[in-house]
């Protein structure tokens, strides 16, 4: 595609840029990096163990709604990376470069 209006020959790209509060990093993080199918498994791995994973961060669902791992647990560490993730949900890491399933 190309827009001669403005001058612009050759291939488009589209470029995505996401701002995310620093403390959803991770899971932003593993929102975009991971192919659909991965995050759909994912996703519905949390659903059936009464969790709920999005973009921004990971809830139970029942009783009431609760991040985990901050009000679950008031000593648990900040999750900064995607491993942690992972680990949370008792699941073997899966590098970014693997996850195009």
Not at 2 to 27: C, H, N, T, W
Not at 36 to 65: A, K, V
């Amino acid at each position: 595609r190309s827009l001669p209006a403005f001058g612009v020959q050759g291939k488009m790209r589209r470029i995505d840029i996401i701002v995310v509060p620093y403390i959803e990093k991770a899971f932003a993080l593993l929102g975009w990096t991971g192919s659909s199918l991965l995050n759909r498994n994912m996703r519905q791995y949390c659903r059936e163990r009464g969790l709920f994973l999005c973009n921004h961060c990971l809830l139970t669902i029942e009783p009431e709604p609760k991040l985990v791992p901050y009000e679950t647990n008031p000593d648990a560490m900040a999750v900064l990376e995607e491993e942690q993730i992972f680990s949370l949900l008792g699941l073997p890491y899966i590098f970014p470069n693997h996850r195009n399933c």
